[in-house]
Each structure stands twice: as C-alpha cells, then as structure tokens.
C-alpha cells in the first residue's frame, strides 16, 4: 500500500497480533527510525533482542512493497517510520497459594514499518527551508 504525500511515496507494511510485548518490540522499533535502510538491516542483524527479527521481517515485507508494487529501488529507501502499537491481550490465570488465582497477561503487539525515498526527503525538506527563510527576510 502507497501514499503519496507531498511529492514523497510512502510505502508500508504492518504485522498484525505478534505474540510479543510491545514494550520489547519499540526497542528495537526506536532503533531504526530516521535510518536508511541498509543502516537498519545492519541493526536489527545484529541487535540480541529476539524481537529484533519480527521488526526484520516487517522491514523487508515493506521493501519488498516499495520494489514490486510501486518499482522503487531498495538502495533509495530510508525507514521514515516505525511504530508499535498494543492489540489485544490474552487473559490466562495461574494457580498460586491458599486457592487464589492471579491473572498472566499475554500481551500482542501491531508493528508497522513505514519506507520512504531518499530524494523525495530531501526534496521536501529544502522546500520547507527555503520557505522558512524567505518568511524571516520578510519580518527583519
């Protein structure tokens, strides 16, 4: 699925009610946004976090995305946006002392994997500087 946004093609990929907490998986998540995308292939590779590969997975499944539905080339990607989100919890109870039960919470996450190219980035941001810096000259 693409957006275009200002000029800028946007391609994502989401994985929806991964069995993993979302707490673990934003730390990889916050590793890799703003990077491009080899940067990011080379940290989930070697991050010891074990949902380091469902963030991979998810990666790849956009670059994926961008290179057949919308014939962008992988080399002019970067990761524009990687978020986590909560989905539904599992609810199961364990046995403990004198009859009581506690309550185990299994906890499912929704991992989303934004792409975006290079150019168009930078494109966009010198519009934006440009715009900025003729609004200053005006008030001075």
């Not at 949902?51 to 956009?62: D, P």
């Not at 995305?65 to 990607?77: S, T």
Request: glycine share 8%.
């Amino acid at each position: 699925m693409a957006e275009v946004d200002e000029g800028v093609v946007k391609v994502r990929a989401v994985a929806r009610y991964v069995r993993v907490s979302p707490y673990k998986v934003r730390q990889v998540a916050d590793q890799i946004r703003g990077k491009d995308l080899e940067e990011a292939r080379y940290i989930i590779r070697f991050s010891p976090k074990g949902a380091a590969r469902l963030v991979g997975k998810v990666l790849e499944s956009a670059v994926a995305n961008a290179e057949n539905n919308n014939g962008l080339r992988a080399e002019d990607l970067v990761v524009l946006n990687c978020y986590v989100d909560e989905g539904p919890t599992l609810k199961r109870w364990r046995p403990r002392a004198l009859g009581r039960a506690t309550r185990i919470r299994k906890r499912t996450s929704h991992i989303t994997v934004i792409l975006a190219e290079r150019e168009g980035l930078q494109e966009r941001g010198k519009r934006r500087g440009a715009r900025r810096r003729s609004a200053s000259r005006r008030k001075g």
